[in-house]
Structures are given as structure tokens and as C-alpha cells.
């Protein structure tokens, strides 16, 4: 039975499952200090036990992620100020742990290539993209998943040196906005499922924020109590003058 899968109080089923043992795996990452490679193991154990339509073991998996991202973000804040990424020379050599924030001319498709790629090199870092400042002063900061979070924020007074509390806080309003997002994509009689799905689709855009890790565990331990949907989830496409 794997440990991690106790963390939430709920008791894992007795009979083997690959499942737990991925989850036994990033139970001794996390005890070993390795936050990255338990992050990395849960996401593939949340995706598996999703192709299974096994919403009970997601719902268990969710915390155990928070934590080892909790490490990840903890980590990455506290090596200091973001580095400004505006362009592929700023990117030379292996990366290193800490915050990024990329900015024009690159967009949020480079900063989730560029997040991917240093967590398997085994570098633990915190990803943001800011798009161009608008006409009222703000900063439009977005992440990318399988849909595109955005939310429009006052940016730092020193825009030149990002301080971590402002990054922090830029992530946290992201965040939220891709919890309210998924919330809106849905329909009143829409199967629990697709409410899990709604979310899954964004969370590569937060990976950080831990509400929307809970709202995932909350939406996967709905579904649990229903029948997996015959038919195929629909959602329209998002009508944002500024997505690309």
C-alpha cells in the first residue's frame, strides 16, 4: 500500500496497482528532500489514474502533489529575484533553480517548453510569462496548458529586478483565475468528470497553486460517486483578443 496515498486519511485499496507503486516511488523522493521528482512521479500517476477513470485515486493523489510543488515553489523562491527571459540568448546553459519570468518577445508556449525541459534536466524552477503592458497599465500574465490561463495585474514597482513576493503573488492571482476559468467552462448538467477535466486542462497553466490542486482533489472526489460519462466533453473556444 503506498504511503504517500495515506497522506489525505483515505486507506488505499489492498491489491497492487502501478499506481501506488508510482506513488510508494515519489513517497521516498519527497522524504528524501526531491520535491521535482515527486512532483514529476505524481503528475504521471494523476494522468494514468485519469485514463483509467480512476477519480478515487486521483483524489489521493492531489495532496501529495500540493506538497511536492509546495517544495518546488519554496525552493525556486527562495534562490531570489526572478531572471528576466525575453529571448533565446537569455537561455544559455543549463538553467538553473529559481523563478523565471518571461517576457515579449517570448510567449507562454516557451516558458512551458522551457519549465518541461529543466524538470527533466532535474531542475526545479517557478515559470510565469507576462505579455505586453496594456494601455491601462497593466500586465497581462498568463500560463499555458491545454487551455490558456490569463489574468491582467499591477505589475512590480522595480520592473527590472522582480522581486519573489510579487512573483509569488502574480502566481496566486493566476491561479485563481484558472480555477474561476474551469468553473465557467461548465454547464449546470455537465457529468462530474468533465468538471475534473475542466481543471486537468489548466493545470499545467498553475502547477504552483495549491487551491487549484485542492479544487482538483474536491472535483475528483465528486466524480467518484458517479458514472463515467459515455459521451464526449465539448467546450467552445475562448473568445480573447489576446490568446494566441
Known amino acids: 500500500m503506498s504511503s504517500i496515498l495515506k497522506t489525505s486519511g483515505i486507506e488505499a485499496p489492498s491489491s497492487p496497482n502501478e499506481i501506488d507503486t508510482m506513488m510508494d516511488h515519489a513517497s521516498e523522493s519527497l522524504a528524501a528532500g526531491s520535491s521535482l521528482h515527486a512532483s514529476m512521479l505524481c503528475r504521471d500517476a494523476l494522468q494514468l489514474a485519469r485514463s483509467r477513470g480512476d477519480f478515487e485515486r486521483m483524489s489521493r493523489i492531489c495532496m501529495p502533489l500540493l506538497e511536492a510543488q509546495r517544495g518546488v515553489r519554496l525552493d525556486a523562491l527562495a534562490a531570489g529575484p526572478a531572471k528576466l527571459i525575453s529571448s533565446g540568448d537569455d537561455l544559455s546553459g543549463l538553467p538553473e533553480m529559481g523563478c523565471?519570468?518571461?517576457?515579449?518577445?517570448?510567449?507562454?508556449?516557451?516558458?512551458?517548453?522551457?519549465?518541461?525541459?529543466?524538470?527533466?534536466?532535474?531542475?526545479?524552477?517557478?515559470?510565469?510569462?507576462?505579455?505586453?503592458?496594456?494601455?491601462?497599465?497593466?500586465?497581462?500574465?498568463?500560463?499555458?496548458?491545454?487551455?490558456?490561463?490569463?489574468?491582467?495585474?499591477?505589475?512590480?514597482?522595480?520592473?527590472?529586478?522582480?522581486?519573489?513576493?510579487?512573483?509569488?503573488?502574480?502566481?496566486?492571482?493566476?491561479?485563481?483565475?484558472?480555477?474561476?476559468?474551469?468553473?465557467?467552462?461548465?454547464?449546470?448538467?455537465?457529468?462530474?468528470?468533465?468538471?475534473?477535466?475542466?481543471?486537468?486542462?489548466?493545470?499545467?497553466?498553475?502547477?504552483?497553486?495549491?487551491?487549484?490542486?485542492?479544487?482538483?482533489?474536491?472535483?475528483?472526489?465528486?466524480?467518484?460517486?458517479?458514472?463515467?460519462?459515455?459521451?464526449?466533453?465539448?467546450?467552445?473556444?475562448?473568445?480573447?483578443?489576446?490568446?494566441?
Not at 519549465?115 to 494601455?135: C, D, H, K, Y
Request: with cysteine; glycine share 4%; aromatic share 8%.
Open 100 to 244: 523565471y519570468l518571461f517576457a515579449p518577445m517570448l510567449v507562454g508556449a516557451d516558458a512551458r517548453q522551457f519549465r518541461a525541459a529543466a524538470n527533466i534536466a532535474g531542475v526545479p524552477v517557478f515559470v510565469l510569462t507576462r505579455e505586453p503592458q496594456m494601455s491601462n497599465g497593466l500586465w497581462p500574465i498568463c500560463g499555458v496548458g491545454e487551455r490558456v490561463v490569463r489574468v491582467r495585474i499591477q505589475p512590480p514597482n522595480n520592473q527590472d529586478v522582480i522581486d519573489p513576493q510579487w512573483f509569488n503573488y502574480a502566481s496566486e492571482q493566476l491561479g485563481d483565475q484558472a480555477i474561476e476559468d474551469a468553473n465557467n467552462a461548465a454547464e449546470p448538467n455537465d457529468p462530474a468528470a468533465w468538471r475534473v477535466d475542466d481543471l486537468l486542462d489548466r493545470l499545467d497553466a498553475c502547477p504552483e497553486h495549491e487551491k487549484f490542486l485542492m479544487a482538483l482533489a474536491s472535483a475528483c472526489r465528486q466524480a467518484m460517486a458517479m458514472p463515467i460519462p459515455t459521451i464526449v466533453r465539448r467546450r467552445a473556444l475562448i473568445n480573447d483578443p489576446y490568446s494566441f
